[in-house]
């Protein structure tokens, strides 16, 4: 099966259609959330909403799109509802990992650094840094992914990438 | 920063390579960006285990069993009229107390059951990509 076809299963009510875009995207899914939310449980709770949200709205879904882009939208809605309405303090662990995936032992002390740093930020800062340089979105990607302009993903950039500098100092 | 990203038009490029030539702050300026790019684009994000079918399914249960909108205001605006109006009937002689009385009723019962809330108006604040830790 692929996404189109399962979108248009879903789109008939067939769940287990759905049961594939829910194992296809949930591990992609709960890093985006694990950025935004720096918190597992909360991430766990955000993808979920997400994937009911996306469940009730694939009936709209254009099928022109492409599937995780059109959910990723969603997702990121449901996050930062989440975190207006709990407002709690992210505890800033550096023993357990939430954004960076160790990748060497060499690299681990250079992980951990940017790892903290990048917990400092604010979420929103988080969720540009990471798309642009783990997923390695362009300008125009990542327009189309937060939905604003490109001009505004360029300052966004620029401020976020300053305090990031600032954090690793 | 479009340049250390490798974004920049050919033309804008070859003014600030002119620029960077002559200016030693900000030619350290990109050498620091490019190097926190390269530190930052060295790292792959986690994937972290999960799987979600389980409750994603059972919520899905759960949705499929509540009425649907259109159900809800049948039942909410259908009974209560029906009611009133059964009512009316039954009791054939002018109701003035009654027809007082049981409007207040209605509305009462409507805007509890909406909870504080009857026109659905999303109060909620969206944040688009601004908040701060």
């Known amino acids: 099966m692929d996404d189109p076809i399962a979108i248009k299963r879903c789109k008939a009510g067939d769940k287990d259609a759905f049961r594939y875009l829910v194992e296809r995207y949930q591990i992609e899914a709960m890093g985006h959330a694990l950025a935004i939310l720096a918190d597992r449980e909360d991430a766990l709770d955000a993808v979920q909403e997400a994937f009911l949200d996306a469940y009730q709205a694939l009936g709209k879904f254009d099928m022109s799109r492409q599937f995780y882009p059109w959910f990723y939208t969603i997702l990121r809605n449901r996050c930062f509802k989440l975190l207006v309405r709990r407002r709690k303090n992210v505890g800033l662990s550096l023993d357990d990992a939430l954004i960076l995936a160790p990748v060497s032992e060499a690299s681990g002390e250079d992980r951990l650094a940017l790892e903290h740093a990048l917990l400092e930020l604010s979420p929103a800062e988080r969720e540009l840094l990471t798309l642009k340089h783990l997923d390695g979105l362009s300008y125009d990607e990542l327009a189309e992914r937060l939905q604003i302009p490109r001009g505004t993903v360029m300052s966004r950039l620029f401020y976020a990438r300053k305090r990031l500098r600032e954090k690793l100092l | ?133």
Not at chain 2, 38 to 59: G, I, M, T
């Open chain 2, 1 to 133: 920063m479009a340049l250390a990203d490798g974004e920049m038009s050919p033309l804008d490029r070859e003014e600030i390579d002119n620029h960077l030539r002559n200016c030693d702050r900000c030619r350290a300026e990109i050498e620091q960006l490019r190097a926190m790019n390269r530190l930052l684009s060295s790292q792959k994000r986690l994937r972290p285990e999960a799987n979600l079918w389980r409750q994603v399914s059972e919520r899905l249960e759960v949705t499929a069993g509540t009425p649907s909108f259109s159900w809800r205001l049948l039942l909410l605006f259908g009974i209560p009229l029906f009611g009133y109006k059964a009512l009316l009937l039954s009791l054939q002689a002018a109701p003035s107390l009654w027809s007082k009385l049981v409007p207040i009723i209605l509305v009462i019962t409507v805007f509890s059951y909406l909870k504080t809330n009857p026109f659905k108006i999303n109060c909620e604040l969206t944040v688009r990509g601004e908040l701060s830790s």
